[in-house]
């Protein structure tokens, strides 16, 4: 056992060596891989440790076999990233020269958050964690309540960070700012969803750091912060029937970010390879409209043969995990070069000619960390459609600036 934990201290120096480097070049990278390994490390220890927390389990070999995927996995993409981040390119896709009315974009965020507020009070006696998960099941992903709750996941992006990001804002606008941010988190709270309160509250610290340095008074806020989400996590804890009782290392480890890559388990443990299953899935999943199957849903029988695998679960999926499904114990490789250029890619839209659209940006993409390294790695060109463009089409209305699209594609200049 005492070798095991040199192993978990030895990856532990690995990874924040890494992280740091990262962040002397790119902190949005370095964001990225800290919460990336916040849904390894625990799962790791939780597996060869204590066993007994999670129903599943397939041996000790199964664990070293793990650990070493995992830290061939991290190897590749940090690889992948310290290259691209030494790559200091612009996109020129932001034009000044063109005003537009702000009456109809005005009019859509009134809109969305009138019908998001609408949605609540007519069913608040209804929204609950448990009734979420119920009506996810079996993947009944158009029923009312997962609805309103996909509504809620966008008065972030629809309403929120585009006011908040904007400049010269009235009194009135920001009472309308407080007032969507009070009703996102009352409406997590009670729907027990800590991992949206925690995104959305990334989400504005990145907005509110982008380009500080880190001094004493920005350590002091940042932890009054964490004391507030911490707060809120609580008592969203609670609300959907959690418990913290047991010692103070099954409270630790039985949360939210032990689940996802516990599958990374299953698919080492089960040596479940199907390659086809992956560029299927992958494929299919790229538009809704394709159907195809979760990876999630595909290998959670095998995993889990006496579970229910529901939609509610689909987000207790690790990155990692495809790339095993994919390539077997090669298929660190796969996970480094999709992940990597995934995030490469990405960080073209924090790296256009208008800092104040890349601060925006910055926070918008931040904010999706949490649900991306919970899932499929096709959702590195989905959120591209159903959040960045929406997303930036709202900022740059508001904002009177016209943005080219279609040179995100293009060849970037050099700075």
Not at 85 to 95: A, G, Q, T
Not at 115 to 125: D, G
Not at 171 to 189: A, G, P, R, S, T
Not at 204 to 224: A, C, D
Request: with cysteine; aromatic share 20%; glycine share 6%.
């Amino acid at each position: 056992m005492g070798v095991d934990v040199s192993l978990l201290v030895f990856q532990i120096l690995f990874w924040i060596f890494c992280v740091l480097k990262l962040w002397a070049k790119n902190r949005f990278y370095a964001i990225f891989c800290m919460v990336l390994y916040l849904y390894l490390l625990p799962t790791e220890i939780t597996y060869r440790f204590y066993p007994s927390l999670f129903d599943a389990y397939w041996g000790p070999d199964t664990w070293y076999e793990t650990y070493w995927f995992i830290n061939l996995s991290l190897l590749a993409l940090f690889v992948v990233l310290n290259r691209t981040s030494s790559s200091h390119r612009v996109y020129n896709v932001v034009n000044y020269k063109k005003r537009y009315s702000k009456k109809f974009i005005g009019f859509f965020v009134v809109s969305f958050s009138l019908v998001a507020t609408y949605l609540f009070i007519s069913n608040i006696a209804v929204i609950s964690y448990q009734s979420l998960v119920a009506n996810g099941a079996m993947g009944n992903e158009d029923t009312k309540l997962l609805i309103i709750d996909q509504i809620f996941k966008w008065v972030p992006t629809f309403v929120i960070f585009p006011l908040v990001a904007m400049t010269g804002k009235k009194w009135y606008m920001k009472f309308f700012v407080l007032y969507n941010l009070l009703l996102f988190f009352i409406y997590n709270v009670l729907a027990g969803s800590r991992s949206d309160i925690l995104s959305v509250t990334l989400g504005l610290v990145l907005l509110w750091m982008y380009g500080r340095k880190i001094r004493l008074k920005q350590i002091l806020i940042l932890v009054t912060i964490a004391i507030g989400f911490l707060t809120m996590a609580g008592i969203a804890f609670k609300m959907r029937g959690g418990s913290n009782e047991g010692t103070l290392v099954e409270v630790l480890l039985k949360q939210d970010y032990t689940a996802p890559s516990y599958n990374l388990f299953g698919v080492i443990g089960k040596d479940i390879i199907n390659p086809l299953m992956v560029i299927e899935s992958q494929i299919l999943k790229t538009f809704p409209l394709l159907g195809g199957e979760w990876i999630y849903k595909s290998i959670g029988g095998d995993i889990f043969p006496e579970s229910d695998i529901s939609a509610s679960q689909g987000w207790a999926f690790h990155p990692f995990v495809e790339g095993y499904v994919f390539g077997g114990p090669l298929g660190f490789f796969y996970n480094g070069i999709v992940v990597g250029l995934g995030m490469a890619y990405w960080k073209r839209f924090i790296s256009t000619n208008d800092k104040q659209f890349n601060r925006f940006m910055f926070a918008v993409i931040g904010s999706i960390f949490f649900a991306l390294v919970r899932s499929q790695s096709v959702n590195f060109f989905r959120y591209i459609y159903f959040t960045f463009i929406p997303a930036a089409f709202i900022y740059s209305r508001l904002c009177n600036i016209e943005i080219h699209y279609l040179k995100f594609f293009s060849k970037s200049s050099k700075k």
